[in-house]
T-cell receptor
């Protein structure tokens, strides 16, 4: 049971390049989330998926797209990276059955130059 | 939408002393309040949570109190140890999983030996 995994761990992009951040969970969770973490701002929700086949915008969705590929996988895509997207990105999934504990992945540190 | 404030932003205590971190929220519909601990280079991990029908919850050296009328909740850590040093985040959410979690900006706790 690996929990929530994210790839890659680190990435450097040039302005205008595109990339996809991958996230997978093996806990059979229905809901998955993408957050960005910036110094002094906590975690801000980019997109979430309440169930397979559905996605919704969070607080800061501009410049990002997501795909809920199946129940396990939720990817985040930057179509044209900008320096303002330099951040640490965390994927999370939530346990079902009455508790609402979010399990977080280890994060992806992205730098856009 | 929901707004969560958190104070203080940094906190230093002597080993063995108590630490208190306070959060306020704006949306009276929020009814689930988790606290997360984030160690350097890792994703946040849930340490304790409380729902709006409960005023206090304890788990060994940590406790959370909730005042729904005043819309604030607090994390209490007693007998602090060096391994408690980390960044702590509070959050607020509706009870239905899949809804937005809104996080506070975080508190960096340092426990001095």
């Amino acid at each position: 049971n690996a929990g929530v995994t994210q790839t890659p761990k680190f990435q450097v992009l040039k302005t205008g390049q595109s990339m996809t951040l991958q996230c997978a969970q093996d806990m059979n969770h229905n809901s998955m989330y993408w957050y960005r973490q910036d110094p002094g701002m906590g975690l801000r929700l980019i997109y979430y998926s309440a169930s397979e086949g559905t996605t919704d915008k969070g607080e800061v969705p501009n410049g990002y797209n997501v795909s809920r590929l199946n129940k396990r996988e939720f990817s985040l895509r930057l179509e044209s990276a900008a320096p303002s997207q330099t951040s640490v990105y965390f994927c999370a999934s939530i346990v079902t059955g009455g508790r609402y504990e979010q399990y977080f992945g280890p994060g992806t540190r992205l730098t856009v130059t | 939408g929901e707004n969560v404030e958190q104070h203080p932003s940094t906190l230093s205590v002597q080993e063995g002393d108590s630490a208190v971190i306070k959060c306020t929220y704006s949306d009276s519909a929020s009814n689930y309040f988790p606290w997360y601990k984030q160690e350097l280079g890792k994703g946040p991990q849930l340490i304790i949570d409380i729902r709006s029908n409960v005023g206090e919850k304890k788990d060994q050296r940590i406790a959370v109190t909730l005042n729904k009328t005043a819309k604030h909740f607090s994390l209490h850590i007693t007998e602090t140890q060096p391994e408690d040093s980390a960044v702590y985040f509070c959050a607020a959410s509706g009870v239905d999983y899949g809804q937005n979690f809104v996080f506070g900006p975080g508190t960096r706790l340092s426990v001095l030996p």
